[in-house]
């Protein structure tokens, strides 16, 4: 959802309706309303002019905006988002929860899903 949510954020910073900003991009409202909720992709032309109208760069929109891994000597990089930075931060707070999860993801996050789901 960090994509949908940063398109969205941007829109609202350049002052564009969702109709105005559809428009500049030849999509209904709609679109650009199913982009924010994250219920649709956008081709690839209508993704480089919706990074071109709102400013934004291609990492940025694509949730890859901070570098967590840098190797120099390869020019190796691994991106994430801001976002999920401050989720792992909050996380390691609980250090108990963390290692929990640490332990076995895939079963701790079914978890979650089967509470959310009841």
């Known amino acids: 959802m ?3 949510e940063r398109i969205k954020q941007a829109r609202k910073n350049k002052g ?4 105005q900003l559809g428009k500049l991009l030849g999509v209904s409202k709609v679109s650009i309303c199913g982009y924010e ?10 993704f480089i002019d919706l990074i ?3 400013d934004l760069s ?3 929109i694509l949730g ?9 000597s390869t020019n ?17 707070k609980h250090r108990e929860l963390y290692n929990k999860i640490c332990s076995n993801p895939k079963a701790f996050i ?6 959310y789901k009841s």
């Open 2 to 4: 960090i994509i949908g």
């Open 16 to 19: 564009y309706s969702q109709e």
């Open 37 to 46: 909720k994250g219920m649709r992709t956008p081709t690839m032309e209508t």
């Open 52 to 54: 071109n109208y709102l």
């Open 58 to 60: 291609p990492d940025y």
């Open 64 to 72: 890859r905006d901070i570098n967590v891994v840098c190797d120099d």
């Open 76 to 92: 190796y990089t691994k991106k994430i988002s801001k976002e999920d930075l401050d989720i792992l931060k909050e996380l390691k």
């Open 110 to 115: 079914d978890k979650i899903n089967k509470l």
